[in-house]
């Protein structure tokens, strides 16, 4: 079974940088598509952005370029670098996957249990 473990989570201050890494395994497809999204306390769970298998990106505008994602195919293992921290960043992120026919369109079915995210002063 496709399981996903995030880690790298921890609490900065503003303008600091972290690196969240998902640990990826299970996958029997060369096809898929893998996301970071997040969900702030009280707000809804938003996208940050994804890298499919093709090597395309794509950002969430909330970003602003700050953010990076990568993808080590050798290991399959994310990772979302996240620099110039603000407080709103401050989320549990969560990785995400989908596989074979389920990467067109990134239509994700496997979910990590997420890491926490603390940006303050």
């Known amino acids: 079974a496709v399981q996903l473990v995030e880690s790298g989570g921890d609490s900065v201050q503003p303008g600091g940088s972290l690196r969240l890494s998902c640990a990826a395994s299970?996958?029997?497809?060369?096809?898929?598509?893998m996301a970071w999204f997040r969900q702030a306390p009280g707000k809804e769970r938003e996208a940050v952005g994804f890298?499919?298998?093709?090597?395309?990106?794509n950002y969430d505008d909330s970003v602003n370029g700050r953010f990076t994602i990568s993808l080590d195919k050798a290991d399959l293992t994310l990772y979302l670098e996240l620099n110039s921290l603000k407080p709103e960043d401050t989320a549990i992120y969560y990785c995400?996957?989908?596989?074979?026919?389920?990467?067109?369109?990134?239509?994700?079915?496997?979910w990590g249990q997420g890491t926490q995210v603390t940006v303050s002063s």
């Open positions: 995400a996957a989908a596989t074979g026919i389920r990467a067109l369109g990134c239509k994700y079915n496997h």
């Open positions: 299970g996958f029997t497809s060369s096809s898929y598509c």
């Open positions: 890298i499919d298998s093709d090597g395309i990106t």
